[in-house]
């Protein structure tokens, strides 16, 4: 099934800078910028997610949801490894980069400890985030990292 990257990037554009009331906000405890990303790819993915138990990819409320909605490093395993339903991505070079990709960032070059949602490549690639700060455009080379991965979402699968 087809990634509706349009409808992706939509909704990121409408909630980057609040909050959808239909969602837990973690900032506080541990950070809201995966569950912004997921929120968003959710959008693109006709609303298809992926209920397996410890390793799927899901939110039906603050307490009944899969950790890869809302932890960077179990959404990179769930996309890469996803076989199932939901969608699927590849661990990319930053120069695939599309809108609808997700882009997570490692400040001490080990652990990857925040996520951001790209809305545009051109004329650079300019991300969408929910953290301490909020941001719809911000240009991603405004930002101070040791490490970045992309992860291109290739698809979405219905089950």
Not at 6 to 31: C, D, H, M, S, T
Not at 129 to 150: K, W
Request: hydrophobic share 35%; glycine share 10%; net charge neutral.
């Amino acid at each position: 099934m087809i990634y509706d990257r349009k409808k992706a990037v939509e909704y990121a554009q409408i909630w980057a800078l609040g909050r959808n009331p239909n969602y837990y906000n973690f900032n506080g405890i541990g950070g809201d910028c995966t569950n912004f990303v997921s929120q968003c790819i959710f959008a693109g993915s006709s609303g298809i997610m992926n209920y397996t138990k410890d390793t799927g990819w899901f939110y039906n409320s603050s307490k009944k949801r899969a950790a890869a909605w809302s932890g960077v490093e179990y959404l990179h395993k769930f996309l890469t490894t996803n076989t199932k339903a939901g969608p699927h991505g590849t661990e990319m070079p930053l120069e695939y980069a599309e809108p609808g990709d997700i882009i997570q960032l490692s400040y001490d070059g080990n652990t990857f400890g925040h996520s951001l949602f790209i809305v545009s490549t051109k004329p650079e690639i300019i991300v969408a985030q929910h953290s301490s700060e909020n941001y719809v455009d911000r240009p991603f080379s405004t930002y101070q990292y040791q490490r970045a991965r992309l992860i291109h979402i290739d698809g979405v699968r219905i089950g």
